[in-house]
């Protein structure tokens, strides 16, 4: 894919809105630390700033003013660094030595320092920044997520990017499913054609039953025929994931079965209804549950059988968050987002369906584009 | 070698009982609890997340794919295993370990507090295993800020030293992931072809190794210039006719890690490129030549340097590190390190590698070798 937005440009406007929040809190010097571990769930905040997704860990500091430097560990990962749009100055190091390099660099920098990454941080790496810094830095963790709640340009095109993955995803899921492969067998295909276009990484779980619970990782056990397939497809293009849950039967689905996906089919619409700037998320996960909890599901919209009704999704986790029905944030246009109404029902078992979207000023626009339906193949 | 962590562990997940049966877990147990008692400790907390499962991971077999899990040992009785899923999540996960007692937790800190007032442990000597390298200092404040009485004591080193030594049935496990490693650069041969993607083709590399049943894989690569300059995750860089092509790939297989790395050649290769190759499978020859039981490690380090020759080759061999020790972890001690004071475990597994780059040349090498028969 050719990317069509100005990334630098792009990067350059994301450093300077953390600048200006530095500004504001009085901070002098900001110190990103990031360990390397990725997670769906949560931000890359050095990411974020820099464009590079680190092997290992590594610091960004960002003066209020002037150069940024990006300590990288392990060395041997400097020259890709230095690749990165955002990446002013690089400099490896090796991984004993990190905090002390980034906070010698930072010393003669204005004060005070922040510090983001500490809820992330081992308590090795928390010892070593105290005894560097000689004193407890500020908190600097919020700062980057508030300023990342909604996607620029740069990263909206590749979370769109990542949903048209996911789609690909999905079809090479209902493309090879067979009685009698194994569930990571399906896995590895769903996996290697998303890789192909592009996929770097996934937060991928597929699995197959007659009646399942939830969705788990794939097993070695075997898919049999009438299995229902549920999909948790999660594609990362350049550090971006875009989700697409679907569900797949390995045979003619029955009465039962497709009139319990119409109800999901209903309960995500409903969701995207109120997926509209101003409004709080906790509206889509209100919205989602009077379906499925009217239809005599209310106790299966809540634990242990349903975690959330969606989540943000960017650069890692971000604003909205989960979305439930109890709290969460004002929906601002560009921001991206996975809307699935899964669902364990008694009759049918666990069935999912969810798709990633931007807000934008009319409501929701759907990134995924795979059909809102219930998928099968019929063997006979 | 270090790699790209990912953000879930999506393959093969289930609990190969042939190759690990139960009574492999009970063996394991009762030495860690013999290690409880030595150290005069009464119970030892171990913690792991997705990037470094060992200590979880010995006792129970469980692996967490995303976050963490942390497994309390008493001097005596079974193991109880906290785990970062959901209680819907527990059908699943108990399929993957021997543990009866399996607990769901949203935050760690809560619930590992509340299981060590269960066992009466608030004012006892606990030990704790991967907690300084891999658990949040937030997580740790919380825990240790809601049991003041408890005499905390570090165990890492005694853990380490536990698993050096790996049994028959890990040394089985790191076969299975050797092989499949095996596979993973046969299909190298296979697909590593001019004009295609180098993402295309590690993705149908890593597609025949996720059907070797494998629970995690990692891929680093070079192909053309870049192997002058150093690995890195597979990108969009189509291979050319003339190309070399690095790759270094490591695979777990029922939580056991094994590596390997090969050069490629796409077309014909110059007599100074097949220098360089050599150069790199003659060190990491020496070095699987100069492992046995009780050797130091030091040694193999200098077998590997000798074979190098180069003092330059050598600075960038030890850039990558020569290898390391492995099993339930990608890397574990010790690391073949020049003048270190370690020696061979009995019963060992090593990652053995080279990577070179060298005027605008790269070469690498590397296997997983056994010592030993547990």
Same mark, same amino acid.
């Given at each position: 894919?050719?990317?069509?937005? =100005?990334?630098?440009?792009?990067?350059?406007?994301?450093?300077?809105?953390?600048?200006?929040?530095?500004? !504001?809190?009085?901070?002098?010097?900001?110190?990103?630390y990031?360990?390397?571990?990725?997670?769906?769930?949560?931000?890359?905040?050095?990411?974020?700033?820099?464009?590079?997704?680190?092997?290992?860990?590594? +610091?960004?500091?960002?003066?209020?003013?002037?150069?940024?430097?990006?300590f990288?560990?392990?060395?041997?990962?400097?020259?890709?660094?230095?690749?990165?749009a955002?990446?002013?100055?690089?400099?490896?190091?090796?991984p004993?030595g990190?905090?002390?390099? !980034?906070?010698?660099?930072?010393?003669n920098?204005?004060?005070?320092?922040? &510090?983001?990454? @500490?809820?992330?941080?081992?308590?090795?790496?928390?010892?070593?920044?105290?005894?560097?810094l000689?004193?407890?830095?500020?908190?600097?963790?919020?700062?980057?997520?508030?300023?990342?709640?909604?996607?620029?340009?740069?990263?909206?095109?590749?979370?769109?990017?990542?949903?048209?993955?996911?789609?690909?995803?999905?079809?090479?899921?209902?493309?090879?499913?067979?009685?009698?492969?194994?569930?990571?067998?399906?896995?590895?295909? /769903?996996?290697?054609?998303?890789?192909?276009?592009?996929?770097?990484?996934?937060?991928?779980?597929? %699995? %197959?039953?007659?009646?399942n619970?939830?969705?788990?990782?794939?097993s070695?056990r075997?898919?049999?025929? #009438?299995?229902?397939?549920?999909g948790e497809?999660?594609?990362?293009?350049?550090?971006?994931?875009?989700?697409?849950?679907?569900?797949?039967?390995?045979?003619?689905?029955?009465?039962?079965?497709?009139?319990?996906?119409?109800?999901?089919?209903? !309960?995500?619409?409903?969701?995207?209804?109120? %997926?509209?700037?101003?409004?709080?998320?906790?509206?889509i996960?209100?919205?989602?549950?009077?379906? +499925?909890?009217g239809?005599?599901?209310?106790?299966?919209?809540?634990?242990?059988?349903?975690?959330?009704?969606?989540?943000?999704?960017?650069?890692?986790?971000?604003?909205?968050?989960?979305?439930?029905?109890?709290?969460?944030?004002?929906l601002?246009?560009n921001?991206?987002?996975?809307?699935?109404?899964?669902?364990?029902?008694?009759?049918?078992?666990?069935?999912?369906?969810?798709?990633?979207?931007?807000?934008?000023?009319?409501?929701?626009?759907?990134?995924?584009?795979?059909?809102?339906?219930?998928?099968?193949?019929?063997?006979? | 070698?270090?790699t790209?962590?990912?953000?879930?562990?999506?393959?093969?997940?289930?609990?190969?009982?042939?190759?690990?049966?139960?009574?492999?877990?009970?063996?394991? &147990?009762? $030495?860690?609890?013999a290690?409880?008692?030595?150290?005069?400790?009464?119970?030892?907390?171990?913690?792991?997340?997705?990037?470094?499962?060992g200590?979880?991971?010995?006792?129970?077999?469980?692996?967490?794919?995303?976050?963490?899990?942390?497994a309390?040992?008493?001097?005596?009785?079974?193991?109880?295993?906290?785990?970062?899923?959901?209680? @819907?999540?527990?059908?699943?996960?108990?399929?993957?370990?021997?543990?009866e =007692?399996?607990?769901?937790?949203?935050r760690?800190?809560?619930?590992?507090?509340?299981l060590?007032?269960?066992r #009466?442990?608030?004012?006892? @000597?606990?030990? /704790?295993v #991967?907690?300084?390298?891999?658990?949040s200092?937030?997580?740790?404040?919380?825990?240790?800020?809601?049991?003041?009485?408890?005499?905390?004591?570090?165990?890492?080193?005694?853990?380490?030293t536990?698993?050096? *030594?790996?049994?028959?049935?890990?040394?089985?496990a790191?076969?299975?992931?050797?092989? /499949?490693a095996?596979?993973?650069?046969?299909?190298?041969?296979?697909?590593?072809?001019?004009?295609?993607?180098? @993402?295309?083709?590690?993705?149908?590399?890593?597609?025949?190794?996720?059907?070797?049943?494998a629970?995690?894989?990692?891929?680093?690569?070079?192909?053309?210039?870049?192997?002058?300059?150093?690995?890195?995750?597979?990108?969009?860089?189509?291979?050319?006719?003339?190309?070399?092509?690095m790759?270094?790939?490591a +695979?777990?297989?029922?939580?056991?890690?094994a590596?390997?790395?090969?050069?490629?050649?796409?077309?014909? !290769?110059?007599?100074?490129?097949?220098?360089?190759? *050599?150069? $790199?499978? $003659?060190?990491?020859?020496?070095?699987?030549?100069?492992?046995?039981?009780?050797?130091?490690?030091?040694?193999?380090?200098?077998?590997?340097?000798?074979?190098?020759?180069?003092?330059?080759?050598?600075?960038?061999?030890?850039?990558?590190?020569?290898?390391?020790?492995?099993?339930?972890?990608?890397?574990?001690?010790?690391?073949?390190?020049?003048?270190?004071?370690?020696?061979?475990?009995?019963?060992?597994?090593?990652?053995?590698?080279?990577?070179?780059?060298?005027?605008?040349r790269?070469?690498?090498?590397?296997?997983? +070798?056994?010592?030993?028969?547990?």
């Amino acid at each position: 894919m050719i990317e069509t937005i =100005d990334l630098a440009a792009d990067l350059r406007d994301r450093l300077a809105r953390v600048r200006e929040a530095m500004a !504001a809190e009085a901070i002098g010097t900001l110190l990103v630390y990031y360990r390397g571990q990725h997670n769906m769930l949560r931000m890359d905040q050095l990411m974020y700033l820099t464009d590079f997704r680190s092997i290992g860990p590594a +610091v960004l500091v960002v003066p209020r003013g002037g150069r940024t430097q990006l300590f990288v560990a392990p060395p041997w990962d400097a020259p890709r660094a230095r690749e990165a749009a955002g990446a002013e100055e690089v400099i490896g190091v090796d991984p004993d030595g990190l905090v002390a390099a !980034a906070v010698t660099a930072a010393r003669n920098l204005p004060g005070p320092v922040a &510090l983001s990454g @500490r809820e992330i941080m081992p308590v090795s790496v928390a010892a070593a920044f105290a005894k560097a810094l000689g004193a407890e830095p500020v908190d600097g963790g919020k700062l980057i997520p508030a300023i990342g709640a909604a996607r620029t340009p740069a990263e909206l095109e590749r979370v769109e990017r990542a949903a048209a993955i996911a789609d690909e995803g999905f079809r090479a899921l209902c493309e090879v499913a067979r009685v009698g492969m194994t569930e990571y067998e399906l896995a590895a295909e /769903v996996e290697a054609a998303m890789q192909a276009h592009g996929s770097e990484d996934n937060f991928g779980l597929i %699995a %197959a039953g007659s009646h399942n619970i939830a969705i788990r990782p794939p097993s070695d056990r075997k898919l049999e025929a #009438g299995d229902v397939i549920i999909g948790e497809i999660t594609p990362c293009y350049k550090g971006f994931l875009a989700q697409l849950c679907r569900t797949f039967i390995l045979g003619e689905p029955s009465a039962l079965q497709r009139e319990k996906f119409a109800m999901l089919i209903e !309960a995500e619409q409903r969701g995207f209804d109120v %997926a509209v700037p101003g409004k709080p998320s906790a509206g889509i996960a209100k919205a989602v549950n009077e379906i +499925v909890g009217g239809a005599g599901y209310a106790e299966y919209c809540r634990q242990p059988y349903m975690r959330t009704r969606g989540h943000g999704l960017g650069l890692g986790g971000v604003v909205p968050y989960d979305v439930n029905e109890d709290t969460g944030p004002i929906l601002e246009r560009n921001m991206t987002m996975v809307i699935h109404p899964n669902q364990y029902l008694p009759e049918t078992g666990y069935m999912m369906l969810g798709d990633t979207v931007v807000i934008e000023a009319n409501g929701p626009r759907c990134l995924t584009k795979t059909p809102i339906k219930l998928f099968w193949k019929d063997n006979s | 070698m270090l790699t790209q962590h990912t953000v879930l562990k999506r393959g093969a997940s289930y609990w190969d009982r042939a190759l690990l049966p139960q009574a492999s877990f009970t063996a394991r &147990l009762q $030495a860690v609890q013999a290690a409880i008692a030595a150290c005069g400790d009464d119970a030892w907390l171990m913690y792991g997340d997705a990037q470094g499962y060992g200590p979880v991971a010995y006792t129970t077999h469980f692996f967490p794919r995303t976050r963490s899990a942390l497994a309390l040992v008493q001097r005596s009785g079974e193991p109880v295993l906290l785990a970062s899923v959901g209680l @819907r999540d527990i059908p699943a996960s108990k399929t993957m370990t021997p543990v009866e =007692d399996l607990r769901p937790f949203a935050r760690l800190p809560g619930e590992a507090v509340k299981l060590v007032k269960e066992r #009466g442990l608030e004012k006892a @000597r606990l030990g /704790v295993v #991967g907690t300084t390298d891999a658990l949040s200092v937030a997580e740790w404040s919380a825990i240790a800020g809601e049991l003041p009485e408890v005499e905390w004591q570090r165990r890492d080193e005694q853990f380490a030293t536990m698993r050096a *030594v790996k049994g028959k049935y890990e040394l089985d496990a790191i076969r299975a992931a050797a092989a /499949v490693a095996h596979r993973g650069l046969e299909a190298a041969a296979q697909e590593l072809a001019p004009g295609r993607k180098m @993402r295309e083709a590690t993705a149908a590399i890593e597609r025949v190794m996720r059907y070797g049943a494998a629970e995690d894989v990692r891929l680093l690569v070079a192909s053309g210039p870049q192997c002058g300059v150093a690995l890195r995750p597979p990108d969009d860089r189509v291979l050319e006719p003339e190309d070399t092509v690095m790759l270094v790939l490591a +695979v777990a297989v029922q939580r056991y890690w094994a590596e390997a790395a090969q050069t490629f050649a796409l077309g014909a !290769a110059s007599a100074d490129q097949r220098a360089l190759e *050599v150069k $790199a499978s $003659a060190a990491v020859e020496a070095m699987t030549a100069a492992l046995h039981p009780e050797a130091h490690i030091a040694n193999v380090a200098h077998a590997a340097e000798s074979a190098l020759g180069d003092p330059a080759l050598v600075r960038v061999a030890r850039g990558y590190g020569l290898g390391h020790a492995l099993g339930l972890d990608a890397e574990e001690a010790p690391a073949i390190v020049a003048g270190s004071p370690a020696h061979v475990a009995s019963s060992a597994a090593f990652g053995l590698h080279v990577v070179l780059h060298a005027h605008g040349r790269g070469a690498c090498a590397g296997h997983t +070798v056994i010592v030993g028969h547990g």
